[in-house]
């Protein structure tokens, strides 16, 4: 309380966030404790279809998703980017190609997230508007283990572009260059309507919404710019 006088914020801040806002929270989070150092975060971090059912049931104070809920009633709002890009291995036969086709993309053997992935759900909403169908060689619960399955040339999978961004393996993979993509989404923070956010979780949403601009400009910006460093002859 002492130390609240003082302006200094203390307490504990429950975060819940899907899987593939992994890479880039924790480095929100570690510019936010040198901000308040008196602030504790617990962090979660599971599949959409968890975040869910802990939104739900109120166990956190905010969460981080691609899309917010239709079913449970929610403040919600965008804070950055998400941009899903179709990955293969740099030796893949279609690397190098330009403007390949979605029907091109589903005869290949494809790396999927597990059910529960919001990833995954978009991935298939935009082959199923084309009426495609993916040829699902394997399922996989983690984005690291697909980003490996790609390497050791298993199949190509369509990921968050965060999960190559800054990132070693990344000289090992390629974003190919098809028609459609990227699936251009948005993250969201949300959390309960009619939830009386903490004094914490208020101070958090103020620095997420200053703090995304920056790291907006530092992450590659495929599509926007056209210029990817990822991508192939640029
Ligand atoms: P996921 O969610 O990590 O469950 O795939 C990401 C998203 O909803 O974009």
């Not at 298939?124 to 984005?143: C, H, P, T």
């Not at 993250?187 to 979780?201: D, M, R």
Request: glycine share 6%; proline share 5%.
């Amino acid at each position: 309380i002492a130390a609240d006088m003082k302006g200094m914020k203390t307490g504990k801040l429950r975060l819940a966030v899907v899987t593939t806002a992994k890479y880039f929270v924790p480095r929100l989070l570690g510019m936010f404790c040198r901000k308040h150092p008196g602030i504790e975060v617990c962090l979660k971090v599971t599949n959409r279809a968890n975040i869910l059912e802990r939104l739900a049931n109120n166990l956190d104070d905010l969460y981080v998703l691609g899309q917010p809920p239709k079913e449970i009633d929610v403040i919600a709002e965008t804070f950055l980017e998400n941009q899903l890009v179709a990955l293969a291995s740099v030796d893949h036969q279609l690397a190098n190609e330009k403007e390949i086709t979605p029907k091109r993309i589903v005869k290949e053997p494809f790396i999927s997230r597990e059910s529960g992935s919001g990833t995954r759900i978009a991935t298939e909403r935009f082959f199923a508007d084309q009426s495609l169908k993916l040829k699902v060689r394997m399922e996989l619960g983690s984005n690291e283990a697909i980003k490996q399955a790609i390497i050791g040339g298993l199949g190509i999978s369509i990921l968050s572009h965060h999960t190559i961004a800054l990132d070693a393996p990344a000289k090992q993979l390629i974003v190919l260059d098809v028609k459609g993509l990227p699936i251009n989404r948005h993250w969201h923070y949300a959390y309960p309507a009619g939830k009386q956010l903490s004094v914490v979780a208020q101070v958090f949403l103020e620095y997420l919404q200053q703090a995304s601009q920056l790291l907006a400009d530092v992450s590659c910006h495929y599509g926007n710019t056209g210029h990817c460093p990822l991508l192939p002859n640029q």
